[in-house]
Nanobody
């Protein structure tokens, strides 16, 4: 199975920036779908951003215009650039990867989660 190694989490003040990175050992097939999810205490895990293939991106409304998801194809690394961070962005952030299955992401049994990395934002 794909292994995902995350880095870049930390603590920043409101208005600051962080870049999260997720390195995988997968191939282009089993990392066709890659994304970032987050979960704050007492809340459901939610999709923050995803990228399908090389450049088909989707963002949660709450982060549009502030976050950017992208891949480094050569290194098979997923990144999330987070700008203008707000206290409500504080959460555990999880990298996720998997193949496209039936035209959908995240439905395959081969979908893999990273371990999570903590992001805190102080007001």
């Amino acid at each position: 199975q794909v292994q995902l190694m995350e880095s870049g989490g930390g603590s920043v003040h409101a208005g600051g920036s962080l870049r999260l990175s997720c390195v995988s050992n997968g191939n282009k097939y089993n990392t066709y779908c890659m994304g970032w999810f987050r979960q704050a205490p007492g809340k459901e895990r939610e999709l923050v951003a995803k990228i399908e293939g090389d450049d088909m991106t989707t963002y949660a409304d709450s982060v549009k215009g502030r976050f950017t998801i992208f891949k480094d194809i050569a290194d098979n690394t997923l990144s999330l650039q987070m700008n203008s961070l707000k206290p409500e962005d504080a959460a555990m952030y999880y990298c996720r990867a998997g193949p496209l299955s039936g035209g959908e992401c995240w439905t395959s049994r081969f979908t893999t989660w990273g371990q999570g990395t903590q992001v805190t934002v102080s007001s």
